[in-house]
């Protein structure tokens, strides 16, 4: 599935809601969410507008893992 371009921190912030995340704190230009769902989860993510591709990626693929789901199922969850 093809990663969308053209989301902002804010609005990943609000998509991993659904997943239970809640930001905890943010430092500068950065907010850290945090998940009790299956344990303890923490990610942190930059609060820019839009996000780099690669960046994106790389926050995706660590919540997928952490739910033990692929990044293609992790999109369809949170409708990014």
Avoid: C, W
Avoid at 14 to 21: E, G, N
Avoid at 33 to 47: C, M, Q, W, Y
């Amino acid at each position: 599935m093809r990663l969308p371009r053209d989301v902002s921190g804010a609005d990943l912030a609000r998509a991993l809601r659904m997943l239970s995340y809640e930001v905890t704190r943010q430092t500068g230009s950065h907010l850290r969410l945090t998940t009790s769902e299956k344990g303890t989860h923490h990610v942190t993510i930059p609060n820019h507008n839009p996000i780099r591709i690669g960046t994106l990626a790389a926050i995706l693929d660590d919540v997928a893992n952490h739910f033990g789901i692929t990044r293609s199922e992790l999109l369809s969850k949170i409708s990014l």
